[in-house]
């Protein structure tokens, strides 16, 4: 039998990729996205799968319509990837963002106790619940401190994830991923706002790339490798939490250099702090650092131990960092030459 798999989050980066190789693995996929949203499936054209996904209208914030949905659909699987994702935004959204991140998963668990209780269930955690870290590197054991209301929420369904685990003994996982990009990463997040807009000055912008903390150190990895390792989670013969790192850490300014490289740019530093700015040998100002861009409260680190799941469920990053920041920077160096960039 044909398995069916639910894809909440279908638009965005992870949805769009974990569709991918559930296709491939033979799976009917059901990707279901908030009509009030951006209904925009581009990275399913992207990617070649619009046409083998069946589309769900879903909302996180309505318990009556994540009922019908799952009940209408059937699926042995849900992987619930739909969220408020902009760790910025949920300073300005904090209530917003907590009933969908946090409550939402919650209403999710009820109808899978409601409708089938042996549906398999993937909540996306984050490495944000770390926040202000307690250990370095940070482990499925290493205590939580988030620093957002995006963090906050997102560890509310983490341990709710966890009591009905316990409770009602449904196989319901949580994967703690660490900082994954990709070609298709929004560009409202830091990685892609930077090979975007790197890649628009090099066709004629002048308008500088405009930044915060360029001191901040992440885990970065590939959306495509992580998406596997929420499959293989899922798949697992006992539901439990997973890490998912790379076990490497980088600055913003690391990525912004070696975007920069691939882009044609070399950077000359000038300044210190807020007030600090880069320019290419020409003079031209490339990037320009903005004290508005830094978080009321900053996560500096984040660095993943992703010990269990390599050892067991055999999970492991194939995409180095420079490859990783090489394949953004000339996915958007060829957009930005079709006249095709979206920011």
């Given at each position: 039998m044909t398995k069916r798999a639910l894809v909440t989050g279908v638009t965005g980066q992870d949805g769009a990729y974990l569709c991918k190789r559930l296709i491939e693995r033979g799976y009917e996929v059901h990707g279901a996205y908030r009509r009030s949203a951006s209904s925009d499936f581009w990275r399913l054209d992207y990617l070649g799968i619009a046409d083998q996904v069946k589309r769900v209208p879903f909302d996180l914030l309505e318990p009556s319509n994540i009922l019908r949905a799952i009940?209408?659909?059937?699926?042995?699987?849900?992987?619930?990837?739909?969220?408020?994702?902009?760790?910025?935004?949920?300073?300005?959204?904090?209530?917003?963002?907590?009933?969908?991140?946090?409550?939402?998963?919650?209403?999710?668990?009820?109808?899978?106790?409601?409708?089938?209780?042996?549906?398999?269930?993937?909540?996306?955690?984050?490495?944000?619940?770390?926040?202000?870290?307690?250990?370095?590197?940070?482990k499925e054991s290493t205590p939580f401190y988030p620093r957002s209301p995006y963090g906050v929420a997102k560890l509310y369904a983490h341990w709710i994830t966890v009591n009905y685990r316990e409770s009602y003994n449904l196989?319901?996982?949580?994967?703690?991923?660490?900082?994954?990009?990709?070609?298709?990463?929004?560009?409202?997040?830091?990685?892609?706002?930077?090979t975007s807009?790197?890649?628009?000055?090099?066709?004629?912008?002048?308008?500088?790339?405009?930044?915060?903390?360029?001191?901040?150190?992440?885990?970065?990895?590939?959306?495509?490798?992580?998406?596997?390792?929420?499959?293989?989670?899922?798949?697992?013969?006992?539901?439990?939490?997973f890490v998912l790192s790379t076990g490497e850490m980088h600055t913003v300014r690391e990525f912004v250099?070696?975007?920069?490289?691939?882009?044609?740019?070399?950077?000359?530093?000038?300044?210190?702090?807020?007030?600090?700015?880069a320019k290419d040998d020409a003079g031209n100002t490339i990037v320009q650092i903005k004290s508005e861009?830094?978080?009321?409260?900053e996560v500096d680190t984040l660095l993943g131990d992703s010990t269990k799941a390599r050892t067991q469920l055999g999970w492991k990053p194939t995409t180095t960092f420079q490859e990783l920041v090489e394949m953004m920077m000339i996915a958007d160096l060829d957009r930005a030459a079709k006249g095709i960039l979206r920011v």
């Open positions: 009940d209408k659909v059937r699926p042995q699987e849900i992987y619930n990837l739909a969220a408020q994702s902009f760790v910025a935004l949920s300073f300005e959204q904090p209530i917003y963002t907590t009933d969908a991140d946090a409550i939402g998963p919650l209403r999710i668990l009820e109808a899978i106790r409601t409708v089938d209780p042996s549906i398999r269930f993937y909540q996306a955690s984050t490495s944000e619940m770390f926040g202000k870290v307690q250990e370095t590197p940070q196989h319901a996982t949580s994967g703690i991923l660490f900082n994954h990009e990709s070609p298709l990463r929004g560009t409202e997040f830091v990685t892609r706002k930077i807009h790197l890649a628009l000055i090099k066709h004629g912008r002048t308008t500088p790339l405009e930044l915060g903390n360029l001191d901040a150190h992440r885990d970065w990895g590939f959306a495509g490798d992580y998406v596997e390792g929420m499959i293989q989670m899922v798949q697992a013969d006992q539901a439990d939490d250099i070696r975007a920069a490289e691939v882009a044609g740019f070399r950077l000359h530093w000038e300044g210190e702090g807020a007030s600090e700015f861009f830094y978080r009321p409260a």
